[in-house]
């Protein structure tokens, strides 16, 4: 396999000779701004405009624009390396954690912006909730891991009831109400990802991020996750990003896919959008060829 | 047996027309051995001097002038007078509250300072400030003890603070004593933060928390026992510290709590005694082996107590 057939075909990832045949044919990819909008979004959650975000001097994703729905599961799927984590980390202010890290373009929360002077990203995080890749309890008792939240953020009400509360929406109750001064390290790991979830629900979130899950757990937790996360978007809007096309077909209404290309002096990997829809239209339907791909397992 | 005819039975394959002749790896063996006894000499130095400590202070507690009850409960310590008395407590005593002293400024300094450096600090001031500190740890004792009397006392406890102290004064062996061993407690405390995974410090920020609660709720309760760890390796070095309390702290040992007034350790009365005129194989020699007898059983107590606490509290981490 020679490496000129992959500096036209921009995707950026070992591939076998008939895949790269095949994309040999395939378009540049040029994503003009604001292609990939979901206008039929009404009331979006977040909004983003020409997002854009690097690390030092290289750019990771490019010119991302689109809006969240309320009340509905949207999945972020793509190759690895295609930036669908970075941009979900927008949402929450997470990437200020990382020195180099700079955002540019907009983010908008319920028309606000987030990157604005006047935000502070500390009130941005207990509004917008996050689920990470690993469950990362903190190595405390599983009460007191529901209730740092609620301690850190100063609510007020019988922390008790919090608990049990959030325990419930995660469906972890009945599992661990007998053992609630238990060390949380002891949980399996499905338990330990769901308490996450109950974690980030006791402050009342008004949106869920969840970046890769499930990638950890093994399809009966993933299941339950699953299944929590339908039952979760009666009352939180949910941003996921996942690997697992599947997934993203079972559990989202909308879904965008990303790729990533190569720069111009083929050094960088930049993450792009390509294309954002209802989810049956992406996996049914798609209107970019390198979507159709990938959702048909081509490649990734 | 019958599933071994298949594996190893006559008519199978045997090893060295599948895997070629043996080797003989004497290279191997050799330095398996040298670095056997490397690893020897730390052990057989401990058993070593255990031997000599424990030898000697039977023969201290052999001779006449001495009684076990009066070395461990007497208020006197007066070991080359012409009456001799053998009561530790004042040694005991003037080493606690050094160490103590020294805890003191050492817990609070050397563990903010790990935190900032852990949590607060850029990467550049981190590369700077860690190198400066651990420097700071190898400057050698005996500065820190005319550090302490000529500058330290006079200076800064008598003209700034206006304490009235001695010449002499326990307060300032305690506080050289605890910056001294600022730099050992806020290494390992250091280390011990930053092995807290980052997972952990993003499900707090996730969560809602600022950077003091993410450190002060998630990342110094996770790193409790390196941080323990730490703060004992601090005392033990406090606890043996000889120099500074040596040259600062003067050799009057005394039952008073005043840390203004002068007062000896245990490492301070071997140093002293030792470098003196005592004939060996005298009472107030064999002495020193006892003092340091009693002070080896003090350190292994404290650094079981901590090996005890660090295994309870150790979080394991993937």
New interface residues.
């Given amino acids: 396999m020679s490496t000129d057939k992959l500096t036209t075909g921009a995707i950026v990832r070992e591939v076998s000779d008939q895949e790269a045949a095949d994309q040999k044919h395939a378009p540049v990819p040029v994503v003009a701004h604001h292609d990939v909008i979901d206008e039929t979004v009404e009331n979006p959650v977040f909004v983003t405009e020409d997002l854009s975000v690097s690390y030092g001097s290289s750019p990771a994703v490019l010119d991302v624009s689109l809006r969240i729905a309320e009340k509905e599961i949207t999945a972020f799927i793509g190759p690895s390396g295609c930036g669908k984590s970075t941009i979900i980390r927008c949402f929450n202010r997470m990437n200020d954690l990382i020195p180099a890290a700079r955002v540019e373009g907009m983010v908008r929360y319920h028309g606000l912006d987030l990157y604005g002077d006047d935000i502070d990203s500390v009130q941005v995080r207990k509004r917008i909730g996050m689920v990470f890749q690993k469950p990362n309890p903190f190595p405390k008792s599983i009460y007191d891991n529901i209730a740092f939240g609620p301690k850190v953020l100063g609510m007020s009400g019988s922390m008790d009831e919090i608990v049990e509360q959030a325990l419930r929406r995660a469906s972890l109750w009945d599992d661990v109400k007998d053992r609630l001064k238990d060390n949380a390290f002891g949980m399996s790991g499905g338990q330990q990802q769901r308490l996450c979830i109950a974690r980030a629900l006791a402050t009342n979130p008004d949106v869920l991020l969840m970046d890769e899950p499930c990638s950890a757990l093994d399809p009966i937790s993933t299941g339950r996750i699953e299944d929590l996360m339908h039952e979760l978007k009666e009352t939180v809007s949910i941003v996921i990003v996942t690997h697992n096309m599947q997934q993203a077909a079972r559990v989202s209404d909308r879904t965008a896919f990303f790729i990533v290309d190569m720069d111009s002096s083929e050094e960088a990997r930049i993450g792009r959008l390509v294309e954002y829809g209802p989810t049956d239209r992406i996996f049914t339907n798609p209107h970019d060829r390198r979507t159709e791909e990938y959702v048909s397992g081509k490649f990734g | 047996m019958a599933t071994d005819a298949t594996t190893s039975g006559a008519g199978g394959p045997n090893a060295e027309s599948v895997f070629g002749p043996p080797r003989r790896r004497i290279g191997e063996k050799l330095i398996a051995a040298a670095l056997f006894c490397a690893a020897a000499t730390s052990v057989i130095i401990t058993i070593g001097i255990v031997v000599s400590l424990t030898g000697e202070t039977l023969t201290f507690f052999a001779d006449k002038a001495v009684s076990v009850s009066g070395f461990l409960t007497g208020g006197q310590w007066t070991p080359l007078f012409s009456d001799p008395e053998f009561g530790i407590r004042p040694l005991v005593q003037g080493t606690l509250i050094i160490t103590g002293i020294a805890l003191l400024v050492a817990i609070p300094l050397g563990i903010g300072t790990a935190a900032f450096l852990s949590e607060y600090a850029?990467?550049r001031v981190r590369k700077t400030v860690k190198p400066t500190l651990e420097l700071l740890a190898g400057v050698p004792t005996v500065v820190f003890g005319y550090f302490a009397l000529t500058f330290f006392t006079p200076t800064v406890l008598n003209s700034i603070l206006g304490l009235d102290v001695s010449v002499f004064n326990g307060l300032a062996g305690g506080l050289i004593v605890g910056v001294l061993i600022v730099p050992t407690i806020a290494s390992v405390a250091e280390d011990a933060m930053s092995a807290v995974?980052q997972?952990?410090?993003?499900?707090?920020?996730?969560?809602?928390?600022?950077r003091r609660?993410v450190s002060v709720?998630?990342v110094v309760?996770?790193a409790l026992s390196g941080i323990t760890a730490g703060i004992v390796l601090g005392a033990s070095r406090a606890v043996g510290e000889t120099m500074v309390v040596l040259i600062a702290a003067g050799q009057v040992p005394t039952t008073s709590l005043d840390p203004r007034n002068p007062m000896e350790t245990m490492t301070a009365f071997i140093g002293a005694t030792g470098k003196g005129d005592v004939p060996t194989g005298s009472t107030g020699y064999k002495a020193i082996f006892a003092v340091g007898f009693a002070l080896f059983v003090i350190t292994l107590v404290l650094n079981t107590i901590s090996i005890r606490f660090v295994r309870r509290y150790r979080?394991v981490y993937?």
Avoid at chain 2, 199 to 210: D, I, K, N
Wanted: aromatic residues 4%; proline residues 14%.
């Fill in positions: 850029s990467p995974p997972s952990l410090r993003e499900g707090a920020y996730g969560l809602g928390a600022s609660q709720r998630v309760p996770a979080q993937e």
